[in-house]
Structures are given as C-alpha cells and as structure tokens.
C-alpha cells in the first residue's frame, strides 16, 4: 500500500526553512483552496540530479506572474531549495513538487495583500505505468481543454487540472489508464497529464499545436531527441479520426517520461521501433552525466 502523502518521514522546504513533513501544513481557509490560486511544477531528479531544474522553476515564475502573483524566491533560490530538499530527502531518483500559493490573510475572490507562500517537497518515484512498453489503453474524456480566451492556458495552474482529474477517474474506473482530451474545437489535445505524438502514414511524427494547453518541457526535449535521430517533426491540429492512420502512439511528460499507447477509444496500435528508440534516447539523456562546472552552476 502506497504511504500516506500527509507524513512521511523527512522534511518540505517551505517559504524559506526545512519543515517536518507531518507539519508543513496550511490553513484550511487557504486562498488556494476556494479560488485555486496556486501554480506548481513536476519536475524528476535522476540519479541524484535534478533534470532540466531551471527550465521547470522559469516556467513557475512564469505562471506566478500570469496568475498575479509575484513569486516570492528567485529562480536561483527555487533552484537552491530543490537541490536542497532533494539532498536532505536522500534519494536518487525522485520527483519534485514545487509549488506557489495565496495563504489565507483574506477571504473572497479578491485577494491583493495575501501573503504567497512556497514549498518544495520530494517523494521516490517508480515507473508511471508498469511494463511500459506493452503501451496504455485510454479512452476519450468527456471534458475538454477550454478556450485561451478563458484560461491562462500555458500556466500549470491548480484549477487547471479539475477536469483532467474528472477524466482521469472516469477512465480508470472502467479499466483505462488514462483518457485522451480534445480542445474546444474538437482536434485532439492531449492526456490528462502528458502530451501526445503519433506516427501517421507520411512517416512523420505529429503532434498536437499547443495553443490552448500547456507546451511540455518533455515535450519539447522529446522533438529534440527525435530530430537528432532524423525523424521529422509536424505540430499541428489534429482531428480525432487520424488517429486510423496512426501505426505508434506514445505520451510525453514528467510523470509518464515516453509512454506508448496501445488503445484509445476505437483505434488500436502497436508500440514500435520509433517509440522504443524515443524512450530509450529520453532514458539515457535524463540520466546523461553533466560536466561538473555545469553542475556545480
């Protein structure tokens, strides 16, 4: 049975000192909680580092600031926090949660001098999905990912994820591991937390046109990896029904890393050489030995 994510033993950094995990705690009338003023990052260490560290705490000031909310450490400090957490943890290869959030000085939908807090915490992660690469069966969500003219869609924001949530628990309770979102005007998205490639016929990789949904750090370095082999690359809107023409689908992010895809909904594929050269080239770049000065940076 999984450990309780309320105690567990160590400490969480939180605005600035080493907390005991038991009580790294916030108020129930949290601005956070009612309004879902929070934004965070899932980032994961490998081997004891961290990867792409920077790149995930840029992209949480980032959405700090689009959610109004001045982050209250640097990206350098954040950096330093992660780094040291993760030391203090002991573990080598772990995920990180940071995450920034308006406390509970006022209560209302507005909220202009509640304090922003921050903390890291850092837990041992398994695989996502077990047997990888037999590939994941999903089915499509009822929800979908929301107009940018409603949403600030590129920010990892909490209230972002109730309908992936939603999703999520649909799927797994008839038997799915995750489910497939289409966006606002019915082209394919993306998972409930992970982005999504597929091999089509032309024998290029294509991937949905992030306009309306976040743009994954994974995502980003998995086309990179996938140029450098030579395979081209096609982001674009996507409409469900090409999925018939798809051989390999895989899912892209922190948490899933590169996931193939056996099912979703009607359509059926079968994880192939691409997505096996994909994950293997992710595994050995997330764990790629940095020279020291870079890492002592």
């Given at each position: 049975m999984e450990m309780s994510y309320d105690d567990r033993p160590g400490d969480i950094w939180m605005n600035g000192e080493m907390v005991p995990w038991k009580n790294a705690q916030v108020h129930v009338l949290s601005h956070a909680m009612h309004y879902?003023?929070?934004?965070?990052?899932?980032?994961?260490?490998?081997?004891?580092?961290?990867?792409?560290?920077?790149?995930?705490?840029?992209?949480?000031?980032?959405?700090?600031?689009?959610?109004?909310?001045?982050?209250?450490y640097s990206v350098a400090e954040m950096d330093t926090a992660c780094q040291q957490v993760l030391k203090s943890q002991g573990f080598s290869d772990a995920y990180l949660r940071?995450?920034?959030?308006?406390?509970?000085?006022?209560?209302?939908?507005?909220?202009?001098?509640?304090?922003?807090?921050?903390?890291?915490?850092?837990?041992?992660?398994?695989?996502?999905?077990?047997?990888?690469?037999?590939?994941?069966?999903?089915?499509?969500?009822?929800?979908?990912?929301?107009?940018?003219?409603?949403?600030?869609?590129?920010?990892?924001?909490?209230?972002?994820y109730m309908i992936c949530t939603l999703s999520k628990h649909n799927a797994e309770g008839e038997g799915y591991a995750d489910a497939l979102m289409l966006d606002y005007r019915g082209y394919i998205a993306e998972a409930t937390g992970a982005n999504i490639f597929m091999l089509l016929e032309d024998g290029k990789l294509h991937t949905p046109e992030p306009d309306c949904f976040l743009d994954g750090i994974t995502k980003r370095t998995v086309m990179?990896?996938?140029?450098?082999?030579?395979?081209?690359?096609?982001?674009?809107?996507?409409?469900?029904?090409?999925?018939?023409?798809?051989?390999?689908?895989?899912?892209?992010?922190?948490?899933?890393?590169?996931t193939p895809v056996r099912e979703i909904g009607e359509y059926s594929f079968t994880p192939g050489d691409v997505t096996k050269t994909l994950m293997d080239d992710y595994d050995a770049e997330v764990r790629r030995e940095v020279p020291a000065t870079l890492n002592a940076a």
């Open positions: 879902a003023s929070a934004v965070f990052e899932g980032i994961r260490a490998y081997d004891g580092r961290i990867f792409k560290l920077t790149e995930h705490n840029e992209r949480l000031a980032a959405g700090a600031a689009s959610m109004d909310m001045k982050m209250p940071p995450i920034i959030w308006r406390g509970s000085e006022m209560m209302g939908v507005s909220a202009q001098t509640t304090r922003i807090n921050a903390a890291v915490a850092v837990w041992e992660w398994p695989a996502y999905f077990a047997d990888r690469m037999s590939g994941i069966r999903m089915k499509w969500a009822k929800w979908r990912r929301p107009d940018p003219a409603t949403i600030p869609c590129q920010t990892k924001a909490a209230g972002l990179a990896l996938a140029r450098a082999r030579g395979y081209e690359i096609v982001q674009r809107h996507i409409k469900p029904e090409e999925l018939a023409g798809a051989s390999e689908v895989f899912l892209t992010g922190t948490a899933v890393e590169v």
